[in-house]
């Protein structure tokens, strides 16, 4: 009896960065044709990786410290114990290499000293994500590796109530890294001239993002809040529906996209956008400090750019 192959995936985190894996675990599942197929992730990615078409299993990492004992003893069991025939490893970060000497050397695409199938690029910290992961594949044997399809989401996203036509808009991001955001009097500008088009202004962002969120809405009446309401699925779905979005370099902004948003993408010098932009049909404006870029420059790309306001589905 032939025993069926299993793989492993790693991606911990962080959203933007989950979101471009999933054209390299599509290529992963392609390749491994019958395969027993596990991903290793962090909670806020899991249910979403399980209504995927990717995987048989998805485990939780809580990402114990080196003093947690019993924890750590755990995981190691686990992960010994899926007998995994290769892993292939997407975070490629000091965690996920320390993984690879706890699960005992197994066969291993990635950069962890001594692995099977190193990432073997010394420039591969210059390469976009996209690329980096493909390369890594393909020196690992997995050839073809597509681009991000979201098609398979389903949320139900009508309790929302939205009028049509919308526009997304992503005024928060990170609270740690305040340089990444635009001035939140630009989104009020903008939330404005979206109303003047005939276009209704749909809010987004996690309770971190309460405050520019709350100054939107309350200086647009028109414009509708969904803070704290959406989860991974329903950003794809919304995504779907939307004439168009305009964000801050953020997670939620690489999700819209991917779902085939036309999407206008904010990047200050806190990001390189050579090194991560979202892709799709995507405009990438970028300036030292988003303070200075003005909002008729974002008006313009949403009028006639590349990410211009598609016509309402």
């Not at 704290?228 to 979005?245: E, I, N, S």
Request: net charge positive; hydrophobic share 45%.
């Amino acid at each position: 009896m032939t025993t069926q192959e299993r793989i492993l995936a790693i991606k911990l985190s962080a959203l933007g960065d989950f979101v471009q894996a999933t054209g390299p675990f599509a290529a992963i599942r392609a390749h491994h044709k019958g395969a027993r197929i596990a991903l290793l992730t962090t909670a806020p990615y899991a249910d979403f990786a399980r209504a995927s078409p990717w995987f048989d299993e998805v485990w939780v990492d809580r990402r114990p410290g080196p003093w947690q004992l019993g924890p750590l003893l755990a995981l190691r069991r686990r992960l010994r114990g899926g007998r995994f025939d290769m892993v292939y490893d997407l975070q490629t970060s000091d965690r996920s290499g320390w993984y690879f000497r706890l699960m005992g050397r197994p066969r291993w695409s990635g950069i962890a000293p001594g692995c099977s199938h190193p990432h073997a690029n010394p420039r591969r910290d210059f390469m976009h994500t996209v690329e980096r992961q493909a390369e890594q594949l393909a020196m690992a044997g997995v050839a073809e590796t597509p681009a991000p399809d979201l098609s398979w989401v389903r949320a139900e996203v009508e309790r929302f109530a939205l009028p049509s036509p919308y526009a997304l808009l992503v005024p928060g991001g990170a609270v740690h890294r305040p340089a990444k955001r635009w001035p939140v009097e630009h989104y009020i500008g903008l939330a404005r001239a979206l109303v003047a088009r005939g276009v209704t202004p749909v809010l987004l962002g996690t309770m971190e993002d309460a405050g520019p969120i709350a100054a939107i809405d309350g200086a647009c009446r028109e414009a509708r809040s969904l803070l704290g309401r959406t989860g991974l699925a329903d950003l794809a779905v919304l995504a779907r529906g939307a004439v168009g979005a305009v964000g801050n370099d953020s997670g939620p902004m690489h999700l819209i996209a991917a779902a085939g948003c036309p999407s206008v993408v904010l990047f200050s010098a806190e990001s390189d956008p050579a090194l991560c932009a979202p892709r799709g049909r995507v405009a990438v404006i970028r300036r030292d400090d988003l303070a200075e870029l003005p909002l008729a420059q974002v008006l313009a790309e949403l009028d006639t750019g590349p990410a211009a306001l598609r016509h309402p589905p």
